[in-house]
């Protein structure tokens, strides 16, 4: 019935685990006694607050208002308290403004509507401002603005809307979640967004795992534009937005006409669900839908969980393991380490990974290159990290950027994954992006960042 | 409930690995060859046995000299002594098979750079360095297949001291190898026992059966690039039966050209070395096309009897060449996403 293809040479094949019914449990994750919300989860301009301390908010209630055509707007996570309105790091140097909030215990936690509308009556420029007054950001890897990527969007005219609901990362079952919850969802955010865009054709596409959950969800819509369903033979990083556009585009599925890959754009699951699932209600965005998986956990799976929650907080809810050695913002194969538990997750995240100590963690120390090609055959992208690791060892920056195209790397980790050497490609490829970086600022007169 | 205390280790992604190590590559190796190795000594006897630890025993000694001691655990000088004691031809002086082994590391490896660095197969560096400095003695010191007393005894050449000539005289173990006699217009050895390995030749390259096997094991389980070898062995076919249809007089049958001399040896063991190897699977084609199309040429049109050595070590020369032609092209830039 469906054909499994993919475009891309390269990647790999992870070991997935078992889909089983229970990956579309949703648990929702109480309030910790103190949210706290930094005032920029995205790229772009930080919100300014509209609120004072000591103030009592509602549920759903705007904190702080975005000024600026990159900023989108924070509304309350819960009824409560602003305790403190105050700077922290950023993580990158700098200081970002954040907001306290203590939820009211023993309130309803019914969310206040902002606003009261009928999507289905909006026009496009409509939705885009009630997409863009609900706070949308973009859930999948990408963490832009969402209206932002639409006003692009709609300049360069696209034909096609492709639905990645493609799990990003081993581990991970948001896309079983969402296609089992939050299907009506997924089709009302779908029209949205095409209604938005003027596309005429929307794609959704799945992993073999998720195949049955995805028709099963497409046949209960009485909706007749709802997506077409491309079933993808299951390969990391094929996620990836670039990837899963030449894939579809190349060789199209059956029932979807080729289409030009220039005009088509990608928005992950979770980003069409929410769309649908706020603008239906009008409703704003204050908690997030995520995975917490790992071998520190006794209750992995899917939570829905208040924006602000410190991440220590959510693993202690799954029953953390009470010596946890390591703790992944994102998955196992892309995530990054944090370095303590007190961050809170906000908008972007998509879950977290918690290991604790064992063989399997510490890896053995890097050995010589070989030349033995694994990593060139794993490159997505078709580049040479290999050859990119050797410069790199010597410093020479400036040929991995012009002559192997060391910008293009995305950081997907199959080199470093495959390596028989257990070299630590991406981290090398990654020092040597932020030193070209530099060079390049020095060498136009910027004070490097 | 309080949050988890822990001290967390900051760490880059990815956060997982395939599993697959250096080590263990060479391991699979090792185990591949184990077959042949004992086929050897069961067929040449105490002689086998003893160039194969002499070259092993070199090697570890040479690679203690010249890395860290940490090195001797990934089990690449191991690898590289069994290769080198499999390549040569069972009665080889020892004290031969000592500096072959103890060059092959310290020269054919450590010059270069170590692990990864070579450019030619350190093992066919010591084979090649004594093939020019004792062409007689490579190229006479053969043994009888399964002859009378061979794990009693070792042959008088075996012992023999360095700058004194052998002791007994090579005639008196070994007679022609199958390659050796087909070039002088002599009658062969029967093909199954090509196959089989019931021919005098090299310690570990006679039975094409076991090294077949060896080498499939490897390419099934993912340790060798299966391209390399099935472009090799194919065009060395292709080409054998071009030849013998032009002229069955002067050039051997394909399953002849297939089973004899070290070309199993070579095609499954030495070609595919990662390091020597082409790193694209585009490359991996062209490169056992290459050495196949050489081994044929050196064999029948040059002055050497056997040509695999030559033609990897061609081969391996060429990798360089062969990468850049190959060079993987990046997927051009994509929408904007």
């Not at chain 2, 949050?3 to 956060?15: E, F, I, K, V, Y």
Request: with cysteine; aromatic share 4%; proline share 7%.
């Amino acid at each position: 019935m469906f054909r499994h293809r993919t475009s891309f040479s390269g990647g790999i094949k992870l070991a997935m685990p078992d889909r089983i019914a229970a990956d579309a449990v949703v648990r929702q994750m109480p309030f910790a006694p103190l949210l706290r919300l930094p005032l920029r989860q995205h790229a772009g301009a930080a919100a300014v607050a509209v609120v004072r301390a000591g103030e009592e908010v509602l549920r759903g209630q705007l904190l702080a208002r975005a000024e600026d055509e990159t900023a989108v707007p924070l509304h309350a996570p819960a009824t409560g308290r602003v305790v403190r309105i105050g700077e922290q790091s950023d993580g990158a140097g700098g200081t970002v403004g954040v907001i306290e909030l203590a939820p009211l215990p023993g309130d309803t936690q019914e969310q206040a509507r902002e606003r009261t509308f009928d999507a289905d009556r909006l026009d496009a420029d409509e939705l885009l401002a009630a997409i863009r007054e609900a706070g949308i950001i973009g859930l999948g890897g990408e963490r832009g603005p969402t209206h932002q990527r639409l006003q692009r969007a709609r300049k360069r005219g696209v034909a096609v809307l492709v639905i990645n609901g493609i799990e990003g990362e081993p581990g991970f079952t948001r896309v079983p979640a969402l296609l089992a919850r939050h299907g009506s969802d997924v089709i009302s955010g779908a029209r949205f967004l095409g209604k938005v865009l003027g596309s005429q054709d929307a794609v959704l596409a799945v992993e073999k795992p998720d195949a049955n959950s995805a028709s099963a969800m497409l046949a209960d819509s009485e909706n007749h534009d709802r997506p077409v369903l491309a079933v993808l033979r299951p390969r990391y990083p094929q996620g990836a937005a670039e990837l899963l556009v030449r894939t579809l585009a190349r060789r199209p599925v059956e029932g979807i006409p080729a289409f030009n890959a220039e005009k088509a754009m990608v928005f992950s699951l979770a980003t069409v669900a929410e769309i649908g699932r706020l603008l239906s209600h009008g409703l704003t965005m204050t908690d997030q839908l995520i995975t917490l998986a790992g071998d520190g956990l006794r209750d992995t799976g899917n939570y829905r969980v208040p924006l602000g929650t410190p991440v220590g907080f959510a693993l202690a809810q799954a029953g953390a393991h009470s010596e946890l050695d390591r703790v992944l913002d994102g998955g196992p194969m892309r995530g990054h380490a944090l370095g303590h538990l007190d961050r809170p997750i906000t908008k972007g995240a998509t879950g977290f990974v918690a290991m604790v100590a064992n063989e399997q963690a510490s890896l053995p120390e890097p050995m010589a290159c070989i030349r033995c090609g694994e990593c060139v055959a794993a490159c997505p992208l078709q580049l040479h990290p290999a050859e990119l690791g050797l410069l790199a060892r010597r410093g020479e920056i400036q040929a991995m950027v012009e002559d192997w195209h060391l910008e293009r790397c995305f950081e997907c980790g199959c080199c470093a994954y495959v390596c028989p050497s257990h070299i630590p490609l991406v981290q090398m490829f990654r020092a040597a992006k932020k030193q070209s970086r530099r060079a390049k600022a020095l060498a136009a007169g910027e004070e490097p960042a | 409930m309080t949050s988890p205390t822990c001290r967390l280790r900051l760490s880059t992604s990815p956060h997982l690995h395939a599993g697959a190590a250096v080590p263990q590559w060479m391991l699979h190796s090792v185990i591949a060859l184990l077959p042949v190795t004992l086929f050897a000594v069961a067929v040449f006897g105490l002689a086998a046995l003893a160039t194969i630890t002499v070259a092993i025993l070199a090697c570890l000694l040479a690679e203690r000299a010249c890395a860290a001691p940490s090195a001797l655990d990934d089990g690449s000088a191991m690898l590289t002594g069994l290769l080198l004691g499999l390549s040569l031809p069972p009665a080889l002086p020892l004290w031969m098979v000592a500096v072959g082994g103890f060059v092959a590391v310290a020269i054919g490896k450590h010059l270069f750079g170590g692990l990864g660095g070579p450019v030619f197969h350190p093992a066919l560096v010591g084979r090649v360095i004594l093939q020019a400095a004792f062409p007689t003695a490579m190229a006479q010191a053969w043994v009888t297949p399964l002859a009378p007393g061979r794990v009693s005894e070792l042959p008088a050449t075996s012992l023999a001291q360095p700058f004194m000539s052998p002791t007994a005289p090579y005639d008196g173990l070994s007679g022609a190898t199958p390659l050796t006699a087909t070039k002088a217009g002599e009658a062969g050895a029967p093909t199954a026992d090509l196959w089989l390995g019931i021919v005098a030749g090299s310690v570990g390259e006679t039975s094409a059966v076991l090294l077949l096997l060896g080498g499939v094991y490897l390419a099934i389980r993912r340790m060798i690039d299966w391209r390399i070898p099935v472009a090799l062995l194919g065009t060395v076919a292709a080409l054998s039966a071009l030849l013998h249809g032009l002229d069955a007089e002067r050039h051997p049958e394909v399953w002849t050209a297939l089973g004899s001399g070290g070309l199993m040896l070579g095609a499954w063991f030495f070609a595919t070395d990662p390091g020597i190897s082409p790193t694209t699977r585009r490359g991996a084609w062209i490169y056992g096309l290459a050495i196949g199309a050489l081994v044929v040429v050196m064999r029948q049109f040059s002055g050497h009897v056997e040509g695999v050595m030559y033609a990897l070590l061609l081969g391996s020369a060429l990798t360089p060449h062969i990468d850049r032609w190959t060079r993987p092209r990046p997927l051009p830039k994509g929408v904007e996403r």
